[in-house]
């Protein structure tokens, strides 16, 4: 008599067979209110869960989540729902290394080198997530509307380097925002958008405490509303540019450069 059975997803050779990689590299931007410049901050995380793909839930153990309202609607609450407990149980996380990484802009000059992103250990208090994420900081880690390449030498998670190239979007400019019955309208500059660009709004409050967050295309104009203003008669308003690029590389797929260029502009009723 013979029997037979399907192989268990926990038997010694799940892992080689479910593992999956990720990467995701946020590039964020912001100027405002007035003449204030920020250096941009690049993170990059390189994403493995030993079971399964990656996904929604994980992108967020790792910290790469991006919490936006649906196109056309506003969040009364966003900082709360972001930080909503799973409703699946959570995987462990894998932040892989990958060797040396560098980020640069194809209209740098040669007396300003392209950004090396440094390793850092991963904090973890929960005990979910292991390895290290690359971080930098650069006074202008890249040109508007420019091509962009993201390198990684190889290390001993991905022994495979890669080199990738992606567009930057332009900035946000010519942000005004005016008081109205109903609320705010807010409006910016989107001569040459790109519709798949998503523009949101942060409406901040005392001390930049984040009041609401609204969401629409790159369409140049969003109606706030007062409901998603609260009692607030002045604040802040920083409205935000985000332009996915995605990639696939030997070791990873998929691979996405997320920016986020912002401008923050004060606003009164």
């Keep these: 008599m ?43 995380r390189f994403v493995r869960v030993r079971q399964g793909a990656v996904d929604d839930q994980t992108l967020r153990i ?26 699946a149980q959570p995987r462990g996380v894998d932040l892989l290394d990958v060797g040396p990484v ?26 979910l997530v292991s390895g290290v994420f690359y971080s930098a900081r650069s006074i202008e880690a890249f040109a508007p509307a420019a091509r962009l390449q993201l390198r990684a030498s190889g290390g001993p998670d991905l022994l495979d380097g890669f080199a990738v190239n992606v567009a930057a979007p332009r900035e946000v400019s010519d942000v005004h925002a005016t008081a ?26 005392a001390n930049a405490h984040l009041v609401a967050r609204c969401a629409t295309l790159d369409v140049g104009h969003l109606a706030i509303p007062a409901s998603a203003l609260g009692s607030f008669e002045e604040g802040q ?33």
């Design 2 to 44: 013979g029997c037979a059975v399907s192989p268990s997803a926990d038997g010694p050779d799940a892992e080689a067979t479910s593992t999956s990689a990720a990467a995701v590299v946020v590039v964020e931007r912001t100027s405002g209110p007035g003449d204030a410049i920020r250096a941009d901050a690049i993170v990059a």
């Design 62 to 87: 790792a910290g790469v989540a991006q919490d936006l309202p649906a196109v056309g609607t506003c969040s009364a609450r966003p900082d709360e729902d972001a930080h909503a407990a799973p409703s």
């Design 102 to 127: 560098s980020f640069a802009s194809s209209a740098t000059s040669s007396s300003s080198p392209s950004t090396v992103l440094l390793p850092r250990a991963m904090p973890d208090p929960a005990g």
């Design 180 to 205: 109205n019955g109903a609320g705010v309208d807010v409006a910016w500059d989107a001569t040459d958008a790109d519709l798949r660009d998503v523009v949101y709004v942060d409406v901040l409050g």
């Design 237 to 269: 308003l920083a409205v935000h540019r985000v332009h996915r690029e995605s990639f696939r590389a030997k070791g990873i797929e998929p691979g996405e450069v997320r920016f986020d260029v912002a401008r923050v502009i004060a606003y009164h009723r």
